[in-house]
């Protein structure tokens, strides 16, 4: 079946820093999501990506599509404390008519200061 | 605005026990999505509702879970049998959209089964 994988599942990153986590799919996807779950939180929804080769920014972020849809990205600049959490992406493949958003293992955050 | 409010918020109880976590969606949202979370599985849909309508349970681990929506503002996800495995945070989350649209979720059910 379609799967979403993300990676690294882990990132330390020093405040400050950049870095970048990655969102890949087996499979086409009509459209991608991204969310934010701060520890001890609920999901928050961030952006939509919809068209090959999509960038799009929130301040320090910027997320990608590629120009295949089947992966995603999103870069991080001068990380900040406030950016601690697990950053998901959700996919909707669009072989399967009628499927649902399928979410990746998340890449999980920590910053040191 | 609420948000979509889940209930309880923790819940701990002991094997074999009946567990109802409950769900009110933002109004004016016809998606309805219960996801399970845990470490080693990550974030599991287990059911959504379409208008009410169940759409998709694939999800559903077995058949002690069993999920209702008698109207738009309410729906709930029922354990029975609960088992230790069933340990997790639930959440649910409402959208306007299957996929096109940002799903809200709520604070999520944090239940342990002892």
């Known amino acids: 079946g379609q799967q979403v994988m993300q990676i690294p599942q882990y990132q330390h990153v020093q405040e400050g820093e950049d870095f970048t986590t990655y969102c890949n799919s087996s499979?086409?996807?009509?459209?991608i999501q991204w969310y934010k779950q701060r520890p001890g939180g609920h999901p928050v929804f961030l952006i939509q990506?919809?068209?090959?080769?999509e960038v799009k920014k929130q301040k320090r972020l910027t997320f990608q599509f590629g120009e295949a849809k089947k992966n995603s990205s999103l870069h991080i600049t001068a990380t900040q404390t406030t950016d601690v959490g697990t950053y998901f992406c959700?996919?909707?493949?669009?072989?399967?008519?009628?499927?649902?958003?399928?979410f990746g293992g998340g890449t999980r955050v920590l910053v040191k200061p | 605005d609420a948000g979509v409010i889940q209930s309880p918020r923790h819940e701990v109880t002991e094997m074999g026990q009946e567990v109802t976590l409950r769900c009110k969606p933002i109004?004016?949202?016809?998606?309805l999505f219960w996801y399970r979370q845990t470490m080693m599985r990550g974030l599991e849909l287990l059911i959504y509702?379409?208008?009410?309508?169940?759409?998709?349970d694939s999800g559903m681990p077995e058949d002690r879970f069993s999920a209702k929506m008698p109207n738009a503002s309410f729906s709930t996800l029922k354990i029975q049998p609960s088992e230790p495995r069933d340990s997790a945070v639930y959440f649910c989350?409402?959208?306007?959209?299957?996929?096109?649209?940002?799903?809200?979720f709520g604070d999520g059910t944090r239940l342990s089964i002892l």
């Open positions: 989350a409402s959208s306007t959209d299957r996929v096109l649209e940002p799903q809200h």
């Open positions: 499979t086409t996807l009509s459209n």
């Open positions: 990506l919809v068209k090959s080769g």
């Open positions: 959700a996919g909707d493949p669009i072989e399967a008519a009628g499927n649902k958003l399928t």
């Open positions: 109004s004016g949202h016809d998606y």
């Open positions: 509702f379409n208008n009410n309508v169940p759409i998709d």
